[in-house]
């Protein structure tokens, strides 16, 4: 665990204050993690998630047909 002294202005203070209220959190560490991990599921690339990266591995040790085989296959 990374312990760090932050500044926040107050509006950001108030939106910490009520996440933690509304999720019944102990402090305002578990409300940040809290709003970290949700901005990342939202907003980041799912390139940049390890869960994605491990789908990738996965899809790409299966077992695949050509464009040929394809068609051949389906019509």
């Known amino acids: 665990m990374v ?6 202005n ?14 019944g959190l102990k402090d305002k560490s578990q409300a940040i993690d809290l709003v970290v991990t949700e901005y990342e599921q939202s907003f980041l690339e799912p390139k940049l998630r390890p869960e994605y990266k491990e789908k990738l591995e996965k899809i790409m040790k299966g077992k695949h047909l050509s464009r040929k085989e394809f068609e051949k296959r389906v019509g």
């Not at 312990?3 to 926040?8: C, L, R, S, V, Y």
């Open 10 to 23: 107050e509006n950001s203070n108030r939106v910490l204050n009520i996440v933690k209220a509304k999720f």
């Open 3 to 8: 312990q760090a002294m932050i500044d926040i």
